[in-house]
């Protein structure tokens, strides 16, 4: 059963062709005896025949109005008002305008007949953003709720194509994320849907001919509908990205929503896959996201943040400044999230994933199979195992939907993880090193050990730890006699104020000057390179070793084939693994990466090839001739590595995080 709670506006609403002339009469139903008129530069020919139609009622003007309502405007305006004593508002124009209006109604409760000439809807909401010194806020007050509107479809003929587009879209939005609110109601529900279909019949027409009555009918009423959506139920991700990106990026108000649409209910779409459904139906198209992107693409709308002046570098402020205050949508927001959604809004691309016009036509609808597959875990007793597994098939699912995944592809990917299973024995794991380029441990590690802010960075494991690796003494040579330039490392382990953290096992792994690993090199007799110490009571540990290089991960299976087929090269940045345990600390398992080596940066795909490497991590691995620290004869250079790990205090409710 579903449950709600619905409160709806007093507003009047008149809707036609001409509705204009009643505009007086309206004024007068409210009290109305001296009229301040508001309107814009753009709508001089329509604010004539207002001003005719208003006859000795009009008593002052004001058409400075500005996006995003700022307050010294309205300051303006409400002097005007104050020298005029004027009783009743009268707001010509689209939602910058009616936003005068309610900034003006807010502050001195007139009432207001506002005639709206675009489709942003504000003219039903009791909502009002104002701008003050760079920053948004909005608020609801019944107080800011116009009293009468009077739709008059005459208005809006001549409002040019592209801003029909953006504006249409704008209202689009109000109707999407009303479906997915957590507030709507089976009459939001119904007069979304109604918006929604409404939108997409007039957007295509309305380029067909421009001055098509029925078309701008048809958009005018669907702006009335989806406007009272955004006034009756809360928004979710999408109007506070726009919020954000208006607010304190500038950006032009139906534009940006026009290009973030898309990309919002494409995040959006696996948490609400029954709103995306039926607005889908709605729209007449196979998946919501592509359909609206399609829909906007092919009406000419802007489709990139890009073309909207928006800079790359604000991207992740932009992000941040989304994620930065909780507010319900229907999918988690994280900032990497967001983040990802705004790269891709800002490139104009289809939303990923989506699949193309062609294939999507022919796609049946696999809702029901994906839920029966889901509904086949409600019966697994431990509720994380079925957490991952209903979203693994979710995402499973949607992966091959938006891909319009062919049979011999999903042959050849069984094929491809068939061959990793074959080559993968005790010393070689093709899983691990799937996972590494594919980027994925890097993501699991980050989000595992990167939650103590003041401490070591963590680093993937790799392919190459042995558990159990050989008790080593301080001071001894771990290269056992192999080549290369010696390095002598004194790091040590403290906590996060930087005090020593005794007993500590540290374990200690790393390539030859050639770039392999003992177990890649079969004639090495027992463990070389690799070793297990104990801190001294300074939180110290000594030992010689070699210079490591860069050296290629296993590349003659078919994650070298993957990286081939993608113009990647296989190579790791230079680096010594460590793993550190100690009773009452978090272990960390990390690496350091030799400072001026090759692989630490450049542009992507040219960087490590497992997205190991963190700026915090990247050292000096310092060129030295000479006496060396304990003595020991060193012909020529050696380097020297002195590095400080700041290990995090075990979380005191988490009973399994031990050494
Ligand atoms: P707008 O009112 O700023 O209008 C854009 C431009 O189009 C202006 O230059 C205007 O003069 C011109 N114009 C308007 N109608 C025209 C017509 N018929 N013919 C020719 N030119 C015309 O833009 P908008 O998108 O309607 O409104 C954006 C503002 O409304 C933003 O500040 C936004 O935050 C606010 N808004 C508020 C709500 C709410 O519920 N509070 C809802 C939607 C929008």
């Not at 007449?284 to 693409?297: C, H, K, S, T």
């Not at 002598?488 to 953290?501: F, H, L």
Request: charged letters at 20%.
């Amino acid at each position: 059963m579903r449950s709600f709670v619905r409160t709806v506006g007093p507003s009047r609403v008149l809707f036609g062709a001409g509705t204009l002339q009643q505009v007086r009469a309206e004024a007068e139903r409210l009290g109305g005896t001296r009229v301040l008129l508001l309107s814009g530069p753009s709508l001089r020919k329509h604010a004539d025949r207002v001003r005719a139609a208003l006859g000795d009622l009009l008593v002052a003007e004001f058409d400075g109005a500005a996006m995003h309502t700022p307050v010294e405007v309205t300051a303006r305006a409400l002097a005007v008002l104050h020298e005029q004593r004027a009783d009743c508002l009268v707001a010509l124009g689209g939602g910058s305008t009616t936003g005068l209006a309610k900034a003006l109604a807010l502050r001195t409760d007139l009432p207001q007949v506002i005639l709206p000439t675009t489709y942003a809807g504000s003219e039903v909401t009791p909502v009002l953003g104002e701008t003050a010194k760079g920053e948004k806020v909005t608020r609801s007050s019944p107080a800011i709720l116009p009293e009468t509107v009077v739709y008059d479809v005459e208005l809006t003929l001549d409002l040019p194509v592209a801003m029909s587009v953006t504006s249409g879209v704008n209202a689009l939005a109000h109707a999407v994320e009303a479906l997915y609110s957590p507030d709507a109601d089976p009459v939001t529900d119904a007069i979304a849907l109604e918006a929604v279909s409404a939108i997409a019949r007039a957007l295509p027409a309305l380029g067909d001919d421009p001055s098509d009555l029925e078309a701008r009918a048809d958009l005018l009423r669907a702006a009335w509908l989806a406007g009272t959506c955004l006034g009756t139920v809360g928004m979710g991700l999408h109007h506070k990205l726009c919020h954000t990106l208006g607010g304190s990026f500038g950006l032009p108000h139906a534009e940006t929503h026009t290009v973030v649409l898309p990309h919002a209910m494409a995040y959006n779409a696996p948490a609400a896959p029954e709103a995306m459904a039926r607005i889908a139906a709605a729209l007449g198209v196979p998946e919501a996201p592509g359909g609206v992107f399609d829909l906007i693409r092919a009406a000419g709308g802007p489709t990139s943040l890009r073309e909207l002046g928006m800079a790359e570098g604000d991207l992740d402020r932009a992000a941040e400044l989304a994620a930065s205050k909780p507010y319900p949508n229907p999918r988690e927001l994280t900032r990497d999230g967001i983040a990802g959604l705004l790269r891709e809004a800002w490139e104009g691309r289809r939303p990923t994933g989506a699949p193309a016009p062609a294939a999507a036509a022919a796609a049946p609808d696999l809702s029901a199979l994906t839920g029966e597959v889901v509904a086949s875990f409600d019966n697994c007793p431990d509720p994380r195992a079925k957490e991952l597994l209903t979203d693994l098939v979710r995402t499973l699912h949607g992966y091959a939907v938006r891909n319009d995944v062919t049979q011999a592809e999903w042959q050849r990917a069984i094929g491809f993880l068939t061959e990793a299973g074959h080559i993968t024995s005790d010393t070689r794991q093709e899983f691990i090193l799937l996972s590494d380029t594919l980027g994925v441990s890097s993501v699991v590690d980050a989000l595992s050990n990167s939650r103590t802010p003041g401490t070591t960075p963590s680093a993937v494991l790799g392919p190459f730890y042995v558990p159990g690796p050989p008790a080593a003494e301080h001071g001894s040579d771990i290269a056992l006699g192999l080549a290369g330039t010696p390095l002598w490392s004194d790091v040590r382990i403290t906590d996060p104020q930087g005090a020593p953290v005794a007993g500590a096992v540290v374990d200690v792994w790393q390539s030859d000057a050639d770039g392999f690993y003992d177990i890649q090199l079969p004639d090495l007799d027992g463990p070389v390179l690799r070793a297990r110490f104990h801190t001294d009571d300074d939180g110290r540990v000594t030992f010689w070793s070699i210079l490591p290089s860069p050296y290629p991960i296993p590349d003659d299976g078919p994650v070298g084939r993957m990286l081939e087929a993608v113009g990647r090269h296989p190579y790791r940045a230079a680096h010594l693994h460590f793993l550190i345990k100690a009773p009452g600390y978090r272990p960390l398992t990390t690496q350091l990466f030799v400072k001026g080596g090759a692989y630490l940066d450049g542009p992507p795909g040219q960087r490590d090839t497992v997205f190991g490497v963190k700026e915090e991590l990247v050292t000096e691995f310092a060129p030295r001739t000479g006496p060396t620290p304990d003595g020991r004869p060193v012909e020529g250079e050696w380097r020297l590595l002195e590095f400080a790990f700041r290990i995090a205090r075990t979380v005191p409710t988490d009973p399994t995080e031990t050494a």
